[in-house]
């Protein structure tokens, strides 16, 4: 069954689901876009990559093929099971030490959108405690009109996924229903964003010894971050 649900978190569907809701199973199965692309682009080639919240290794096994050097992070051991070519690591984010630094540090899923503030920093000074001075930090962010427009549906490989409904909360804070429905399965995710403004976002970074070097797509969802010596 995996560890404990996390409060504000629900997982519905087949198979393991890891504290935060997420269905080990679905995230095997999903199809990568091009965030291998925009980050190769971004980074230099051979590079070292610290993959926080890595998953089942959607992003880790193409960049892997590009010839990235991995070690990927998750809380989930299920999850981990599954990366293959890569060091891996079972640990919470916020809580990482790995007493040694990487030329890249990437920080995906819309992780930097943590409900909890204290939360979010922690995650960041992660970030920042294991970037070398000269190196990079990548984080997703969420889109400007990401919790807008709903329910808003596109296509995912051989299914289909639905943000259905964000609602508030709490101050701040919104609780965000997606649904993804492939042929032979269904799954829900009950999740906890916090919204960021792009001065919330750069403020943020800015309080974790970091600093904004370039938005890397034209949504504003990919950032390259850089380290204060």
């Excluded at 809380?75 to 007493?99: K, P, Q």
Aim: with cysteine; glycine share 10%; charged share 25%.
């Amino acid at each position: 069954m995996g560890q404990k649900e996390r409060k504000g978190y629900r997982g519905t569907g087949p198979g393991t689901f890891t504290p935060d809701g997420c269905a080990v199973e679905l995230y095997e199965r999903l199809p990568i876009g091009d965030e291998p692309d925009v980050i190769a682009g971004a980074v230099p080639p051979g590079a070292r990559i610290l993959e926080l919240g890595s998953g089942a290794g959607r992003m880790t096994h193409p960049l892997i093929a590009r010839g990235f050097e991995m070690t990927c992070v998750d809380e989930s051991g299920e999850m981990l099971e599954r990366v293959r070519g890569a060091r891996t690591v079972r640990s919470e984010i916020e809580n990482l030490d790995l007493g040694e630094q990487f030329d890249v540090v990437l920080l995906a899923s819309f992780l930097v959108h943590a409900p909890d503030e204290e939360l979010r920093q922690n995650l960041l000074s992660t970030c920042r405690r294991h970037v070398r001075d000269g190196g990079w930090v990548l984080i997703q962010r969420e889109g400007a009109d990401w919790h807008q427009n709903l329910p808003r549906t596109r296509s995912n490989g051989d299914g289909v996924v639905t943000v259905l409904s964000s609602e508030r909360v709490a101050p701040g804070v919104q609780s965000v229903q997606v649904e993804n429905v492939y042929p032979d399965a269904r799954w829900t995710h009950t999740f906890l964003s916090r919204p960021l403004t792009t001065e919330e976002f750069e403020n943020a970074i800015e309080d974790a010894g970091l600093a904004v070097d370039a938005y890397l797509t034209d949504d504003g969802t990919w950032v390259r971050v850089k380290p204060h010596p």
